[in-house]
C-alpha cells in the first residue's frame, strides 16, 4: 500500500501565496507521475498540475504562470507553489501518485485532500 500525506492549506487574500507539500510512503518501488488536482463545491475533480520522475511537467490553462509543481524523487515527494490566488483557486486540493510497488504491482493513489480557500 501508498499512503499520500497533503498539508500547507489554509486561507489567503487574494493575490496571496501558497504553498502544498504531499509525501507519499508506503510499499513504494518506483513513482512514475505524481499531481495535484482540485476539486470546489459542486464541481467535478479537476487536474491542476502534474509531474512525471524525468521532471516533466504540465499545469492546466487556468493555473499556467501562476502555480508551480516541483518534485523530489529521493523523498517521494512533490509541492505545488502557488502565487497570485484568486478566489476561483478555492478548492480542496488532492495529491495523487502512481506507479510501481515493491511487489512489482502498479498502484495509484490519493491523498485525503486539503483545504485552499481564496477570500478578503
Known amino acids: 500500500q501508498v499512503q499520500l500525506v497533503e498539508s500547507g492549506g489554509g486561507l489567503v487574500q487574494p493575490g496571496g501565496s501558497l504553498r502544498l507539500s504531499c509525501a507519499a510512503s508506503g510499499s513504494i518501488l518506483s513513482i512514475i507521475v505524481m499531481g495535484w488536482y482540485r476539486q470546489a463545491p459542486g464541481k467535478q475533480r479537476e487536474l491542476v498540475a502534474t509531474?512525471?520522475?524525468?521532471?516533466?511537467?504540465n499545469y492546466a490553462d487556468r493555473v499556467k504562470g501562476r502555480f508551480a509543481i516541483s518534485g523530489d524523487n529521493a523523498k517521494n515527494a512533490a509541492y505545488l507553489q502557488m502565487n497570485s490566488l484568486k478566489p476561483e483557486d478555492t478548492a480542496v486540493y488532492y495529491c495523487n501518485a502512481g506507479g510501481f510497488t515493491t511487489q512489482r504491482r502498479d498502484f495509484t493513489s490519493w491523498g485525503q485532500g486539503t483545504q485552499v480557500t481564496v477570500s478578503s
Open positions: 509531474i512525471t520522475s524525468d521532471g516533466s511537467v
